[in-house]
């Protein structure tokens, strides 16, 4: 399956079929994955939250900026995925309009200015915080890039299993960058995304299986099967939904969160119970947990966030 | 070799230049605030 014959793909890329300077400054834009750069400043910025309610003293100005620098580099790296992965992004129907498929970013521009702003962003997160914040920037621009994207996208199953740690990390990242330090409740919201990430991947997956077939990505349901995606999907769920509501009392969040936590996970083991009795093809089914795992992670977030900024405040 | 351009790629090309040109100020701009901003902290912290 992984032996698939991509040249089609890669003459397509190398030979766009609009010339290098009809890029824009958003066709850039457009390489740092907007939308997934959102979810990591929403994340970080729930980690810094916290991590001054426990005690951290970076100045404010330095917080934003810090928390700047980690999008960029978020940013980055979504931009070196995006260069890696040009050939397989220009068959799949999801990426087909990427902007280096399309033809409006050229490959080498595309990985000079990932590897740039990889750079640049983790130079202005030393300055503006610490060496381990810094580190752990160019750790998580590291293991996207190179682990994920590079090396386990299209070799194992587990890809998204394992390269959930690189979208895990932010806001362990932002919570180094007020304190210096990465005490056990940072590490409880890298564990929460990186416990989210399987099942919220793999309902999508579910139903554009056909996609990552075509271009030899080893996704969970082609290798594995749906009914065999359906029963990890169900085990992460359980298993997420356990830890993030266990993690309350230990420290990490507060009532708020508590409720949310045990009322939004119940929801999210119960719809993870629903795709794993429903027929083998129900793209509704699994589309359902898909969206409300997004709203789920949302939900927690928006709550330690409420609470960081109230006890901040009082 | 700009004349193989057509108006629109011309145009194109200054708005990326214009990016690119934007981009530099702002980081400089960043790095003089980060760098007053900690020496201010230093200042205020007796360190």
Do not use: C
Request: proline content about 5%; cysteine-free; charged content about 15%.
């Amino acid at each position: 399956m992984t032996t698939i014959d991509l040249n089609a793909a890669n003459a397509d890329v190398a030979a766009p079929a609009i010339p290098t300077d009809a890029a824009r400054p958003l066709d850039y834009f457009d390489l740092l994955k907007p939308r997934v750069m959102s979810l990591v400043i929403f994340t970080a910025l729930v980690g810094m939250v916290w991590a001054y309610v426990a005690g951290g003293t970076l100045p404010f100005g330095l917080a934003v900026v810090s928390l700047l620098a980690i999008s960029v580099g978020a940013g980055a790296s979504g931009a070196l995925n995006m260069w890696w992965d040009a050939d397989i992004d220009a068959v799949m129907e999801r990426t087909a309009k990427r902007p280096i498929p399309r033809g409006a970013v050229p490959k080498p521009e595309a990985a000079a200015f990932g590897l740039v702003l990889s750079a640049l962003s983790v130079a202005l997160l030393a300055l503006a915080s610490n060496y381990v914040a810094a580190g752990l920037l160019a750790f998580t621009i590291f293991f996207y890039a190179v682990i994920y994207s590079m090396w386990l996208k299209r070799s194992t199953a587990q890809n998204i299993v394992i390269g959930g740690a690189a979208g895990a990390l932010p806001p362990v990242v932002a919570w180094a960058a007020v304190t210096g330090d990465t005490p056990w409740q940072a590490w409880a919201l890298f564990m929460i995304i990186f416990l989210w990430t399987p099942p919220h991947f793999w309902a999508l997956a579910l139903r554009r299986s056909t996609d990552y077939e075509r271009v030899g990505v080893p996704m969970m349901p082609n290798v594995e099967g749906d009914s065999a995606t359906k029963r990890q999907i169900f085990a992460y769920s359980v298993i997420l939904a356990v830890f993030a509501a266990a993690a309350q009392p230990f420290g990490l969040g507060g009532p708020l969160y508590l409720v949310v936590s045990v009322v939004m996970g119940a929801q999210f083991v119960r719809l993870a119970y629903r795709l794993l009795r429903a027929p083998e093809g129900d793209a509704k089914t699994a589309m359902r947990l898909f969206g409300f795992s997004i709203l789920y992670l949302f939900g927690l977030f928006a709550a330690l966030l409420a609470e960081g900024l109230f006890l901040l405040a009082i | 070799m700009a004349d193989l351009m057509t108006e629109d790629e011309q145009k194109r090309r200054k708005q990326r230049n214009l990016a690119i040109a934007g981009g530099i100020a702002a980081f400089i701009v960043l790095v003089y605030l980060v760098t007053l901003m900690r020496i201010g902290a230093s200042v205020s912290g007796g360190g």
